[in-house]
């Protein structure tokens, strides 16, 4: 069967998965990621280091959603770890993010 025979694969999303070499079902079957990234391990606050990958548990205490003057989203958010301290994260051009980041 075609990738393009396939439910929900539209025209556009064929062609791009025929760019990657996938044309048939079963090439969707056998097509792994490059790689894998391993969860960081979680690090108190007082202990985050510039450019080291941390994971840590939050509670989302602020939201605030701009949008640039040239149209770009930015979704800033503030958070307390539970091991204390504050930290603030950024995305940008994903409002989508929002809906799945509730305060508290």
């Not at 969707?28 to 606050?45: D, H, I, K, S, W």
């Not at 007082?46 to 040239?70: I, K, P, W």
């Amino acid at each position: 069967m075609a990738i393009g025979d396939l439910p929900d694969i539209d025209h556009v999303r064929a062609a791009q998965l025929q760019r990657l070499g996938l044309r048939r079902a079963q090439d969707l079957l056998f097509f792994f990621p490059r790689g894998y990234e391993e969860v960081a391990r979680q690090v108190p606050t007082e202990h985050f280091q510039e450019g080291q990958r941390v994971s840590f548990a939050a509670t989302v205490v602020e939201l605030d959603e701009r949008v640039t003057q040239s149209g770009k989203h930015l979704l800033g958010v503030q958070v307390c770890p539970d091991a204390g301290g504050a930290v603030r994260l950024l995305w940008f051009n994903q409002p989508f993010r929002k809906q799945s980041l509730g305060s508290g």
